[in-house]
Structures are given as structure tokens and as C-alpha cells.
């Protein structure tokens, strides 16, 4: 790597920003130059972590800086297609945007076709690619650890929403709803893991627990606690998600499965070292890797530990440091983009088409309701 130095622009300074922060400043040769965040209470916050960058209020302030590099986009879903068009329409600079890169269908053609001509690269940050057990699973898996691949099953069980500014993450208007705003993490990674793309969507789900006793300005929050979902792709592999959201506490956040020809591969991956009950249970436990091959049969069991700075610079397991470690390296050309705008939004669309599906109460096929592209 160059000793290029790499001035980044923040905009969006609530929780994720701030963990974008944190993980950037472990990077060698950068600066953080430009925070933008519109709420006067987030702004003071982030600037004692910055002290030398200066504070905007919002994105038309941070394109008329000229002392910035790269940006990264950290503000809420609602906001992400618009502020994107607003960006590649306005400058060359390489961008960082997290998801859901949009939150309705209609975005979806607008982005593709203006980001066509953004010379720069656009990286979606799909953070749990980057966690060191699932990077273990996904290299196992491309070395034929087993075979071909048929089914693949993922289960989160975790603590509900955290609280963000303004409430925006209690409602599926300014969300996506649960399944776009939460899960389109494990939507990528099926199709990561698949090497295919969907077609058919199976949901069923409900708010049964979280935040049916909150009112935001008379207004009720009415996303999901809990779904099941099941997508079909295009090479006859299927996958499933079950998403608890009530699960506090649980021993580990996610399990990850894929069963093949040859053999099985599970990857569990404990929580936020932050939200585990160490007064009662002990340090969190270390995420791990267990591959059962069929011939000969036995597991093989394999932990996970990660830098204990890195666990200390947000809740994603590491994986915020290692995106923007590749994110560096793409924008000194040294690399591509991994989690391309196409990524995303393909995400966002199985995310849409599950949450339709349990609307509906039906089947979604995805090119039968234009959500495919």
C-alpha cells in the first residue's frame, strides 16, 4: 500500500457513523477531516472523537469541501437513495454507503442507472462479509470444503432495535421494514454463498413483542420482531433465515449452516461483546467454525478469535476494520470493489420481496412483481 494519505468526509454521525469512525482511525495514513451530521447532540459527540475535523450540518456543505478523499455515508435508509443520486451527480469522489443502499422499489433503476457514469468506486457496506468466522465459512466453502452446495440456513437471535436519533429505525417507511433494514446483510450472504441469483420468495412473520408499548408522535412503530423466510435461486439451491428479535442473551447472535454433497459447515458468531451478561455467564463466547465432512465422517471444530481492539471498535466482530481496509485499497486503485451497488441493491430486493410476501400472506416471484432487475 501507498503512503497515500486518505481524507474522509463522514456524513451521518449516529451509531454506525461513529463506529466508521472509530474502525477508520485504526487505518494507517488517514484522516478524518469533515463530519456532517444535522442533530446538534450527535455532532458534539463525534467531534470529542475527531477533534480536528470540522462539523457541517449536511451534505451540500460537505460536497463544497476540498479537502476530502472519500466518502462514507452513515445516515438513515430513508435518506440513502436521494443522498447517493445527489453525490455521483455532483462529484467524482469514492463512496462508502451503508446499508440498505434504498428502501422502495422505485430507487433501484434510478441508482443503477446514475451510478453508470460515477468514475469512482461505489462499496456497499455489507459489514457481516467481513466478520472473521464468516470469512473463515466462505473461504471453506469456495475450496470445496464441501462439495456442492444445496441448502443454506441462517439464524439470528438477538436483542431488539437499539434507539437512534429521531426513532427512524421503529417504522417500515423510513426502514425498509425489518427484512430490508436488518436482513439484507443475510440476503447477500446467501447469494454470496449460493453463487446464484433469487427468484422466489416464501415469508411469514409479525410484531409479536418489541415496541408495541411506544408511541412516536401518536405514531406506533410497525416493524417486525420475528419472520421466517425461505428464497429459492435460479441454480435450484435454496436457503432460509429465522430472525428472532426478543432473544436477548442468547449464546450466539447468528448460526450460519450450509450442508453439500460431501459434508456440513457451521459458523456461529456470539454477539456484541457490549450487550453479553458477563455478571452471570462469563466472557463472551468465541465464534467458531465447525466443518462435518461425510467421508470420513467427524467434525472439525475451529475458533475464531478476534483482536480485542477491533471488538472494542463497534459491535460487527472486526468486520467494520477489514471492509474498510478493502474499501482503502479500492480507492488507491490497489483493488476492486467487493460489494459492488448491484450487490446492494439485489439485497434490498429479496429484502422488499419479503417483506411483500408476508403482507400478502403469497409466494413472491420475484420478475412477477418487478422486483428484479
Same mark, same amino acid.
Given at each position: 500500500?501507498?503512503?497515500?494519505?486518505?481524507?474522509?468526509?463522514?456524513?451521518?454521525?449516529?451509531?454506525?457513523?461513529?463506529?466508521?469512525?472509530?474502525?477508520?482511525?485504526?487505518?494507517?495514513?488517514?484522516?478524518?477531516?469533515?463530519?456532517?451530521?444535522?442533530?446538534?447532540?450527535?455532532?458534539?459527540?463525534?467531534?470529542?472523537?475527531?477533534?480536528?475535523?470540522?462539523?457541517?450540518?449536511?451534505?451540500?456543505?460537505?460536497?463544497?469541501?476540498?479537502?476530502?478523499?472519500?466518502?462514507?455515508?452513515?445516515?438513515?435508509?430513508?435518506?440513502?437513495?436521494?443522498?447517493?443520486?445527489?453525490?455521483?451527480?455532483?462529484?467524482?469522489?469514492?463512496?462508502?454507503?451503508?446499508?440498505?443502499?434504498?428502501?422502495?422499489?422505485d430507487d433501484v433503476a434510478r441508482l443503477v442507472e446514475a451510478a453508470k457514469s460515477h468514475p469512482a468506486p461505489i462499496w456497499v457496506a455489507m459489514e457481516y462479509r467481513y466478520m472473521p468466522?464468516?470469512?473463515?465459512?466462505?473461504?471453506?466453502?469456495?475450496?470445496?470444503?464441501?462439495?456442492?452446495?444445496?441448502?443454506?440456513?441462517?439464524?439470528?437471535?438477538?436483542?431488539?432495535?437499539?434507539?437512534?436519533?429521531?426513532?427512524?429505525?421503529?417504522f417500515n417507511h423510513k426502514t425498509g421494514g425489518t427484512l430490508v433494514e436488518k436482513c439484507c446483510h443475510f440476503f447477500d450472504l446467501m447469494r454470496l454463498m449460493a453463487n446464484a441469483n433469487?427468484?422466489?420468495?416464501?415469508?411469514?412473520?409479525?410484531?409479536?413483542?418489541?415496541?408495541?408499548?411506544?408511541?412516536?408522535?401518536?405514531?406506533?412503530?410497525?416493524?417486525?420482531?420475528?419472520?421466517?423466510?425461505?428464497?429459492?435461486?435460479?441454480? #435450484?439451491?435454496?436457503?432460509?433465515?429465522?430472525?428472532?428479535?426478543?432473544?436477548?442473551?442468547?449464546?450466539?447472535?447468528?448460526?450460519?449452516?450450509?450442508? #453439500?454433497?460431501?459434508? =456440513?459447515?457451521?459458523? /456461529?458468531?456470539?454477539?456484541?461483546?457490549?450487550?453479553?451478561?458477563?455478571?452471570?455467564?462469563?466472557?463472551?463466547?468465541?465464534?467458531?467454525?465447525?466443518?462435518?465432512?461425510?467421508?470420513?465422517?467427524?467434525?472439525?471444530?475451529?475458533?475464531?478469535?478476534?483482536?480485542?481492539?477491533?471488538?472494542?471498535?463497534?459491535?460487527h466482530n472486526g468486520s467494520t476494520f477489514y471492509q474498510h481496509q478493502k474499501f482503502q485499497r479500492a480507492v488507491l486503485g490497489e483493488q476492486d470493489v467487493e460489494v459492488s451497488l448491484e450487490?446492494?441493491?439485489?439485497?434490498?430486493?429479496?429484502?422488499?420481496?419479503?417483506?411483500?410476501?408476508? =403482507? /400478502?400472506?403469497?409466494?413472491?416471484?420475484?420478475?412477477?412483481?418487478?422486483?428484479?432487475?
Amino acid at each position: 500500500m501507498t503512503d497515500q494519505v486518505i481524507r474522509y468526509g463522514i456524513l451521518g454521525c449516529g451509531m454506525m457513523g461513529q463506529e466508521h469512525i472509530r474502525n477508520i482511525q485504526l487505518l494507517e495514513n488517514v484522516e478524518i477531516t469533515v463530519l456532517a451530521e444535522p442533530n446538534a447532540g450527535m455532532r458534539e459527540k463525534t467531534q470529542a472523537l475527531v477533534p480536528t475535523a470540522r462539523t457541517v450540518e449536511g451534505l451540500d456543505e460537505l460536497l463544497e469541501a476540498n479537502d476530502i478523499d472519500a466518502l462514507v455515508i452513515a445516515t438513515p435508509n430513508f435518506q440513502h437513495a436521494e443522498q447517493l443520486l445527489g453525490i455521483v451527480s455532483r462529484c467524482s469522489l469514492p463512496i462508502l454507503i451503508e446499508k440498505p443502499i434504498c428502501t422502495q422499489i422505485d430507487d433501484v433503476a434510478r441508482l443503477v442507472e446514475a451510478a453508470k457514469s460515477h468514475p469512482a468506486p461505489i462499496w456497499v457496506a455489507m459489514e457481516y462479509r467481513y466478520m472473521p468466522p464468516i470469512t473463515l465459512l466462505l473461504d471453506l466453502l469456495a475450496q470445496g470444503e464441501i462439495g456442492q452446495r444445496h441448502l443454506f440456513s441462517i439464524r439470528e437471535h438477538r436483542f431488539p432495535f437499539l434507539h437512534k436519533v429521531d426513532d427512524w429505525n421503529r417504522f417500515n417507511h423510513k426502514t425498509g421494514g425489518t427484512l430490508v433494514e436488518k436482513c439484507c446483510h443475510f440476503f447477500d450472504l446467501m447469494r454470496l454463498m449460493a453463487n446464484a441469483n433469487p427468484i422466489r420468495v416464501f415469508a411469514s412473520g409479525s410484531q409479536a413483542v418489541n415496541h408495541k408499548d411506544e408511541s412516536y408522535n401518536g405514531e406506533a412503530p410497525d416493524i417486525l420482531d420475528n419472520a421466517y423466510v425461505t428464497v429459492e435461486f435460479d441454480n #435450484g439451491t435454496r436457503a432460509s433465515l429465522e430472525l428472532c428479535m426478543f432473544a436477548e442473551g442468547s449464546r450466539y447472535q447468528e448460526e450460519i449452516s450450509v450442508v #453439500g454433497d460431501k459434508g =456440513k459447515v457451521e459458523c /456461529l458468531v456470539p454477539g456484541p461483546g457490549r450487550f453479553w451478561p458477563t455478571d452471570t455467564l462469563g466472557e463472551p463466547p468465541v465464534a467458531q467454525v465447525i466443518s462435518s465432512p461425510r467421508d470420513p465422517k467427524g467434525p472439525k471444530q475451529m475458533e475464531v478469535p478476534v483482536d480485542p481492539t477491533l471488538l472494542e471498535a463497534g459491535d460487527h466482530n472486526g468486520s467494520t476494520f477489514y471492509q474498510h481496509q478493502k474499501f482503502q485499497r479500492a480507492v488507491l486503485g490497489e483493488q476492486d470493489v467487493e460489494v459492488s451497488l448491484e450487490d446492494g441493491l439485489k439485497a434490498v430486493v429479496i429484502g422488499l420481496a419479503a417483506q411483500e410476501a408476508i =403482507k /400478502l400472506n403469497q409466494v413472491v416471484t420475484l420478475q412477477d412483481n418487478g422486483l428484479s432487475f
